[in-house]
T-cell receptor, first 112, second 111 residues
Framework: QKEVEQNSGPLSVPEGAIASLNCTYS??????FFWYRQYSGKSPELIMF????GDKEDGRFTAQLNKASQYVSLLIRDSQPSDSATYLC????????????FGTGTQLKVEL | EPEVTQTPSHQVTQMGQEVILRCVPI?????FYWYRQILGQKVEFLVS????????KSEIFDDQFSVERPDGSNFTLKIRSTKLEDSAMYFC?????????FGSGTRLTVV
């Protein structure tokens, strides 16, 4: 069973702080890694993707990938109340037909 | 990011009835997927569709499900005889060069 694991939360951070969201995956053949944001009742929106080990930055968001340890993380700097949502981690695997396998998501709450 | 439109946005149906969910993907793309999300649960893969053929399907995608691209543009998911446990959000996904775009979603409620 190819699993993607996330802490369901909620993760609470004060406004302006850094939020750190983590995701681990079981299949070493995983190739591509995606972070989506999902507001309640809405469809997920792509925030970032990462393929290579290391960090990738896009505005206030940084994705970090460590294939040796099989984890991927998302850092949100200067967190805003509008960042309050569920963050989904998704991976594609070799031989998986390029389908995405999702984690359960981490609920983030940014408090004033 | 271009939009992937799904219709209807919400459908209520009686158990045992057939439903057809529609997706209008981004034109000229070849890879499409259907996923569902039961309330409070993870997004689950149903089926992938490449070049107008099913390329992979999950255990969930049994004989009551079918997928078509009837007119070369719209993309449909049919559930022949709905069950209470089919109640969920259904999403089509459009794969593009740098990722996957979710459709707007259809909330299916089976009563």
């Amino acid at each position: 069973q190819k699993e993607v694991e996330q802490n369901s939360g909620p993760l609470s951070v004060p406004e302006g702080a850094i939020a750190s969201l983590n995701c681990t995956y079981s299949d070493r053949g995983s190739q591509s890694f995606f972070w989506y944001r999902q507001y309640s009742g809405k469809s997920p929106e792509l925030i970032m993707f990462i393929y290579s080990n290391g960090d990738k930055e896009d505005g206030r968001f940084t994705a970090q990938l460590n294939k040796a340890s099989q984890y991927v993380s998302l850092l949100i700097r200067d967190s805003q109340p509008s960042d309050s949502a569920t963050y989904l981690c998704a991976v594609t695997v070799t031989g998986g037909g390029n389908k995405l396998t999702f984690g359960t998501g981490t609920q983030l709450k940014v408090e004033l | 990011e271009p939009e992937v439109t799904q219709t209807p946005s919400h459908q209520v149906t009686q158990m045992g009835q057939e439903v057809i969910l529609r997706c209008v993907p981004i034109s000229n793309h070849l890879y499409f997927y259907w996923y569902r999300q039961i309330l409070g649960q993870k997004v689950e893969f149903l089926v992938s569709f490449y070049n107008n053929e099913i390329s992979e399907k999950s255990e969930i995608f049994d004989d009551q499900f079918s997928v078509e691209r009837p007119d070369g543009s719209n993309f449909t998911l049919k559930i022949r005889s709905t069950k209470l446990e089919d109640s969920a959000m259904y999403f089509c996904l459009d794969r593009f060069l740098y990722g996957y775009t979710f459709g707007s979603g259809t909330r299916l409620t089976v009563v």
